[in-house]
C-alpha cells in the first residue's frame, strides 16, 4: 500500500512538471526572442541560444509605437468594466439566489443558458445596435455591456456564493429595519469579498487580454488597447518578433502582479463558492 501511494505521488509530481514545462516553455522563448537580434529572431531554424543579450529591444519596443497609450487605455477598460461586471453582477446573482419574484428559475435557466452561446454568433446583431446607437468607434460596446448584468459567469459565481450564506444574516439585518439593498449592500456584499475579489481579478484580465471586440468596434488607432496594439509591431513596417516579444511580456507584467497580489483570494474566493456550507464569518 505504501509502495503504491509513493508511485502515486511519483507520478502525480511528473504531471505536474510536464504541465509546468508546456507553460513555462513558451514565456522562456519568448524572453530569449525579445532579447535577440531581428535576424537571429528570424532565423530558421530557430535557436534557443542569445549570442549577445539586447536589453535596448525594450526600449525600443516602448518607442516605436504608443506602447503607453495602448496600456493606459487598456488599464481604463479593464478597470471600469470590472467594476461593472463586479457590482451588476453581485446585484443579480443576490437577486437569483436570495430574493423572491416570478420566473426566477425560467430565468436562471434562460442565464446559465446563455453560457454556452459563442461570442461570434451575436456580433452581428450587436454591430447593428451599437452602429444605431452611434457607439461604433468609441469604448461604449466594450464598457458599458459589462455595467449590465456583469457577465453570466460572474452572475454564476455570487449566485453560488449566496445561496449558501447562513439565512441568519439576512434575517438578523431584516430584524433591525433593513431593506432588500441594505442587506445586500451591508450584510451580503461585504461577506462576500473573496468572490468579489476574484470576479474583479477575472473580469480584469478578461478586458485587459480582449482582442475581438476592440478590433471590430474601435477605429482611432489612439484608443487601441495593447491588445490591439501588439498586432502594430507586425503590421505598420515589417515584422519585428523581437519587439513583438518584448512588448508582449511587458504588457503582462500587470497581470502578473495583479495574480501574485491577489492569489490566495482568488482562490479562496472559487473554492467558497461551490463549498457547501461556508461561512463567511470565519
Known amino acids: 500500500m505504501r509502495r503504491r501511494s509513493c508511485v502515486k505521488t511519483v507520478a502525480l509530481y511528473a504531471?505536474?512538471?510536464a504541465v509546468g514545462?508546456?507553460?513555462?516553455l513558451p514565456l522562456l522563448w519568448?524572453?530569449?526572442t525579445s532579447l535577440q537580434p531581428l535576424d537571429e529572431a528570424l532565423r530558421y531554424p530557430p535557436s534557443w541560444r542569445?549570442?549577445?543579450p539586447r536589453w535596448q529591444n525594450y526600449v525600443d519596443a516602448v518607442g516605436t509605437l504608443p506602447f503607453a497609450r495602448f496600456m493606459l487605455n487598456s488599464l481604463f477598460i479593464a478597470t471600469v468594466s470590472a467594476v461593472g461586471a463586479v457590482l451588476t453582477g453581485a446585484m443579480a446573482g443576490y437577486a437569483f439566489a436570495c430574493l423572491p419574484w416570478r420566473g426566477k428559475r425560467v430565468w436562471f435557466a434562460v442565464l446559465l443558458g446563455s453560457l454556452m452561446i459563442p461570442s461570434q454568433v451575436l456580433l452581428i446583431p450587436h454591430f447593428v445596435l451599437y452602429e444605431t446607437l452611434g457607439w461604433i468607434g468609441t469604448y461604449k460596446p466594450l464598457i458599458v455591456p459589462a455595467w449590465l448584468g456583469g457577465g453570466a459567469f460572474n452572475v454564476l459565481l455570487f449566485h453560488q456564493f449566496f445561496k449558501r450564506v447562513p439565512r441568519e444574516l439576512a434575517e438578523a439585518a431584516a430584524l433591525d429595519g433593513?431593506?432588500?439593498?441594505?442587506?445586500?449592500?451591508?450584510?451580503?456584499?461585504p461577506a462576500a469579498r473573496p468572490v468579489v475579489i476574484t470576479a474583479v481579478i477575472?473580469?480584469?484580465?478578461?478586458h485587459w487580454r480582449d482582442f475581438f471586440r476592440p478590433l471590430i468596434y474601435l477605429t482611432d488607432f489612439n484608443t487601441f488597447p495593447i491588445s490591439l496594439g501588439l498586432r502594430m509591431y507586425q503590421t505598420s513596417t515589417g515584422s519585428w518578433v523581437n519587439l513583438l516579444m518584448a512588448a508582449s511580456l511587458l504588457s503582462l507584467l500587470p497581470l502578473g502582479v495583479?495574480?501574485?497580489l491577489c492569489q490566495r483570494h482568488l482562490t479562496h474566493g472559487l473554492r467558497s463558492s461551490g463549498r457547501v456550507g461556508y461561512n463567511p464569518r470565519r
Open 258 to 260: 495583479a495574480f501574485l
Open 30 to 32: 519568448a524572453l530569449l
Open 50 to 52: 542569445v549570442s549577445s
Open 21 to 24: 514545462a508546456v507553460v513555462v
Open 178 to 189: 433593513a431593506g432588500a439593498w441594505q442587506t445586500f449592500s451591508r450584510v451580503m456584499l
Open 202 to 206: 477575472l473580469s480584469f484580465i478578461f
Open 15 to 17: 504531471l505536474l512538471t
